[in-house]
């Protein structure tokens, strides 16, 4: 199983980004797909996570300006940036808990940074 993750990059305070990722392999069914994000010297967070059925989950400090979204039949989630604020800069990473036919596994993506300038 994969996750490539793709949409960072640099923007200024207030500026958006639109983050996404596709899993791909071995894979039977995707329970949860989400980001996580970790900012230097930080531990990682989980940023915004959404279930099969639609329920999302996000952190405090990015509620109504983050949107995560997936598109079950392609296994793709989106992770749509608004109102970015210096403190958003971190390096994000896609996050899959599936099944892949033998159990469910924890996976992760590769990690896209995004820098949020003032």
């Known amino acids: 199983v994969q996750l490539q993750a793709s949409g960072g990059g640099p923007v200024q305070t207030g500026g958006s980004l639109r983050l996404s990722c596709a899993a791909s392999g071995g894979m039977f069914s995707i329970l949860i797909m989400g980001w996580y994000r970790q900012a230097p010297g930080k531990q990682r967070e989980l940023v915004a996570r959404i279930t099969s059925g639609g329920s999302t989950n996000y952190v405090d400090d990015v509620k109504g300006r983050f949107t995560v979204s997936r598109d079950n039949a392609k296994n793709t989630v989106a992770l749509q940036m608004n109102s970015l604020k210096p403190e958003d800069t971190a390096v994000y990473y896609c996050?899959?808990?599936?099944?892949?036919?033998?159990?469910?596994?924890?996976?992760w993506g590769q990690g896209t940074l995004v820098t949020v300038s003032s």
């Open positions: 996050y899959s808990y599936l099944n892949t036919g033998r159990g469910y596994y924890d996976y």
